[in-house]
């Protein structure tokens, strides 16, 4: 008696390099079909927080703290409180438009609708629906805070022609964010499971990365942190071109946003194969 000899396949890593193409764009196209539905409502509810933070914060506590110093290229300089805060406040509007879209809008397609899996019927790769869902959640980061930027513009809190250059920028900082978002959307069992990134993550950065308050303004040993937290370096290099100056260092703080989106996206994209291996 013969025995056949099976030569069994090797399990892929989950680690592997992501495969991905221009199949990701008919999922974006997707997505914004069905937001453009509910643009309106949804542009309102994104902006409205970001603007009452400056409102009452610009204005309300402006008026009491007056200028803030802020280092810059060529020495400390003076700026209106306002400025101050709506250079950062910008930063964590994109930071927050892009995890809500990464986490709550993206769980109800993968788990809940299970729009994931009738994508992936058609010749269309998880990573492929993955990539999509980090791009869409950082487009649509980029339209609330191009929103914001006309607000801040009508209102003159700065007219520097720089602000062009921000507008690249705040997209990387969607694009990081809704990286690191799609790590707890892999993991997470419901929507409660969220509520541990805002309250241990997004917001303590809110608080340490320069948005209310300088950060020379901490103690040493939370300065070393807070210089390697995302949304700081995304401060760092948005701030300097609401005072009409450009940022230094900025070689350094586009490399770090670079390493969190880059390993951000390949561990949620590994948990998320392994989510949908089981």
């Given at each position: 008696m013969t025995t056949a000899?099976?030569?069994?396949?090797k399990p892929q890593s989950i680690w592997r390099a992501p495969e991905v193409s221009f199949?990701?764009?008919?999922v974006?196209?997707?997505n914004l079909l069905v937001w453009r539905k509910l643009a309106i409502p949804s542009l309102v509810g994104n902006i409205a927080e970001?603007?009452?933070?400056?409102?009452?914060?610009?204005y309300g506590m402006g008026a009491l703290v007056g200028e803030v110093n802020v280092a810059g290229p060529a020495g400390t300089v003076a700026v209106p409180y306002i400025l101050f805060l709506a250079s950062g406040s910008i930063?964590?509007?994109?930071?927050?438009?892009?995890?809500?879209?990464?986490l709550y809008s993206?769980?109800?397609?993968?788990?809940?609708?299970k729009t994931w899996d009738g994508i992936m019927n058609a010749p269309v790769s998880l990573d492929n629906v993955v990539l999509a869902e980090m791009l869409w959640a950082a487009f649509k980061s980029l339209f609330t805070v191009t929103?914001?930027?006309g607000v801040m513009l009508a209102l003159g809190i700065s007219h520097s022609p720089k602000l062009f250059v921000a507008w690249p920028i705040?997209?990387?900082?969607?694009?990081?964010?809704?990286?690191?978002?799609?790590?707890?959307?892999?993991l997470a069992k419901g929507y409660d499971f969220f509520t541990y990134y805002f309250t241990l993550f997004l917001t303590p950065m809110m608080f340490l990365s320069g948005v209310f308050f300088p950060l020379e303004q901490l103690p040493v040993v939370v300065r070393v942190v807070a210089d390697w937290l995302p949304l700081s370096n995304a401060v760092a290099l948005v701030r300097p071109l609401f005072m009409d100056q450009w940022p230094t260092d900025a070689i350094r703080h586009l490399a770090v946003l670079a390493v969190y989106a880059v390993g951000s996206f390949w561990i949620a994209l590994a948990l998320t194969r392994k989510r949908f291996a089981k």
């Open positions: 000899n099976y030569v069994q396949a199949r990701f764009w008919p974006f196209l997707r970001p603007l009452m933070w400056l409102i009452a914060f610009g930063c964590m509007s994109a930071m927050q438009a892009a995890s809500f879209e990464a993206a769980f109800s397609r993968m788990h809940v609708q929103a914001i930027l705040l997209f990387g900082v969607g694009i990081t964010f809704s990286c690191i978002a799609l790590i707890f959307n892999a």
